[in-house]
């Protein structure tokens, strides 16, 4: 038996600009088309109750200039823009379709607003409370720092998140997300564990604007299963249940399970609009099922949240949400961007794959969200 050869898994070794291979910008589309089938482990969830949507197509959006340009680049995987019940406008590239899932990376942190907010309603969680309040062994990277910090991204901590840099933090994380492979004399630490490594003062953001942390939200998530006593997954089944998803919602896990809400979760075009409508509908889901609180949904875009810095500082991050105040939703690295205008209900989700060296790309993601914005105006 000692001659069993075997070899490390070529999807999730690190390679160059210290990326697993289906994050490398030659193999990312295929990665990003495929995520669900990358990870080492997984979850899947299916909806009881599916959310119909029929076809009540709006010409005036393919007629957008903005539109036609956003769904010719080559970057482009899927656009879905719903209200309602009806599928207003949908459009694929060739090598994606209407039931193929897609990672939807940060845009899965959207569901910490809908459970925090429930948590925060049953009175569960106190947001002006330290996060030592709740996770007693948590590292100084957060111990001190309120839950309300955490919600806005607003927390200095030793952790780094700047995509540029193939050396930040957010990529070695990825280990303990079940994305990667360690390197040798790396650590493979389950979630938790890494989160409770992470130093710092456990500070605001100490420029007073937003300071983007996806262990934020893993953090978050780790308080949600303490205060319910484990019932974290009963609370995402919920989600997928109210959402009313066709198709199946895939998310990754840390080898003991843990689901990764901070970018694990991979849906169709059309399931993302699906949860995205879920937002408009202030949590009121299919079945009459509640998945969120309506109350802080709505405070979430009528308070006094961090913005960004130029040149996005017309908009901020609230509850878990980015928002202008009219509009929320989030933004996923690789090229995501899911929209709701809570004033019409205009869903727009938008699947793209970035094939540059970072995986990200401010002046690409800015004109998406400006798009989308006119998108949900004329819809």
Request: charged share 20%; hydrophobic share 35%; glycine share 10%.
């Amino acid at each position: 038996m000692s001659n069993i050869e075997a070899f490390a898994n070529p999807d999730l070794t690190v390679g160059d600009g210290n990326k697993q291979r289906w994050n490398q910008p030659k193999h990312r589309r295929h990665g990003f088309h495929n995520a669900h089938r990358m990870f080492r482990q997984s979850l899947s969830m299916r909806s009881e109750l599916v959310l119909k949507l029929a076809p009540n197509i709006n010409p005036s959006i393919s007629k957008l200039d903005r539109a036609r340009e956003l769904t010719a680049m080559s970057t482009f995987s899927g656009l879905v823009v719903a209200r309602d019940d009806a599928v207003l406008f949908e459009s694929y590239a060739p090598d994606y379709c209407q039931h193929q899932p897609h990672s939807i990376q940060s845009i899965t942190k959207m569901h910490i607003n809908l459970i925090i907010g429930l948590l925060i309603q049953r009175q569960l969680i106190d947001p002006g409370k330290p996060v030592a309040h709740f996770l007693p062994d948590i590292g100084s990277g957060y111990a001190q720092a309120s839950v309300q910090m955490l919600l806005d991204m607003n927390v200095c901590n030793d952790f780094s998140e700047d995509y540029e840099d193939p050396d930040c933090d957010a990529y070695t994380y990825e280990v303990s997300l079940g994305w990667r492979l360690p390197v040798k004399g790396q650590p493979d630490l389950c979630l938790t564990n890494y989160l409770k490594n992470i130093t710092g003062s456990a500070g605001r953001s100490q420029s007073g604007e937003v300071d983007y942390k996806s262990a934020n939200t893993d953090v978050l998530t780790w308080i949600a299963d303490v205060v319910t006593g484990g019932g974290l997954l009963a609370m995402m089944r919920g989600i997928v249940d109210a959402a009313g998803y066709e198709n199946t919602f895939h998310i990754s896990t840390d080898k003991q399970g843990f689901p990764s809400l901070s970018g694990g979760g991979c849906l169709t075009a059309r399931d993302l609009a699906r949860f995205g409508l879920l937002f408009a509908r202030r949590g009121i889901g299919v079945g009459g099922l509640v998945a969120g609180d309506a109350e802080f949904i709505k405070a979430s875009m009528n308070r006094n949240y961090p913005k960004f810095g130029a040149p996005r500082q017309w908009m901020g991050y609230s509850n878990h949400l980015f928002t202008n105040g009219r509009w929320i939703g989030h933004g996923g690295y690789g090229g995501q961007f899911l929209l709701i205008d809570m004033e019409t209900g205009t869903t727009c989700a938008f699947l793209s794959v970035l094939e540059n060296e970072a995986g990200y790309d401010q002046t690409y993601m800015l004109k998406i969200i400006e798009t989308l914005q006119d998108v949900a105006c004329i819809a």
